[in-house]
T-cell receptor, first 118, second 111 residues
């Protein structure tokens, strides 16, 4: 149990276009979802936290108008990178927490989405 | 400000050896300390976690040692195998708050 999926697993887009990444909790209800960004050989950087039905809370330095997060249901959150540029190329990872899966503290991570902006 | 400092950044160990990764934290409100394993191109997976009311937790070949007074915790990988070659992240969390990750340690187990 406690499986989190992401779609797509990788995406290549042209500069200036928008890209949507989906994060789904497959077998539990995620009251909270997190979006991370990871550059090569670096740690995970939290971008934002979203609770179902509420606006996302963004970390300092993360542009909320550029990285749109929607958590419309207890099993789905989406991250839309608007007007993507090459510097947005990165590995985006979501995680989910909630329900009776694991301890209350435990977060379950998705497999990540590799975004390349040309 | 990095609140969880992880060392070393990388280590090489022979098959069958012990891998030791250390983490230090500053925030005394942290009450949950997980370790994650990440393979290239994959998301991190929870390996083992500990709360500050115990000094050690063992799961198979993986052991967390926790020193509350020193605000340090470490991961020991016993009998390291080539399949353990990955990046390991320590993390810490206070109740109701977000995970704070260490910088990561790339472990290479040589056959």
């Amino acid at each position: 149990g406690a499986v989190v999926s992401q779609h797509p697993s990788w995406v290549i887009c042209k500069s200036g276009t928008s890209v949507k990444i989906e994060c789904r909790s497959l077998d539990f209800q995620a009251t909270t979802m997190f979006w991370y960004r990871q550059f090569p050989k670096q740690s995970l950087m939290l971008m934002a936290t979203s609770n179902e039905g509420s606006k996302a809370t963004y970390e300092q330095g993360v542009e909320k108008d550029k990285f749109l997060i929607n958590h419309a249901s207890l099993t789905l959150s989406t991250l839309t990178v608007t007007s993507a540029h090459p510097e947005d190329s990165s590995f985006y990872i979501c995680s989910a927490r909630g329900g009776t899966q694991g301890s209350y503290n435990e977060q379950f991570f998705g497999p990540g989405t590799r975004l390349t902006v040309l | 400000q990095q609140q969880v400092k992880q060392s070393p950044q990388s280590l090489i160990v022979q098959k069958g050896g012990i891998s030791i990764i250390n983490c230090a934290y500053e925030n005394t409100a942290f009450d949950y300390f997980p370790w994650y394993q990440q393979f290239p191109g994959k998301g991190p997976a929870l390996l083992i976690a500990i709360r500050p009311d115990v000094s050690e937790k063992k799961e198979g070949r993986f052991t967390i040692s926790f020193n509350k007074s020193a605000k340090q915790f470490s991961l020991h990988i016993m009998d390291s195998q080539p399949g353990d070659s990955a990046t390991y992240f320590c993390a810490a969390k206070a109740a109701g708050n977000k995970l704070t990750f260490g910088g990561g340690t790339r472990v290479l187990v040589k056959p």
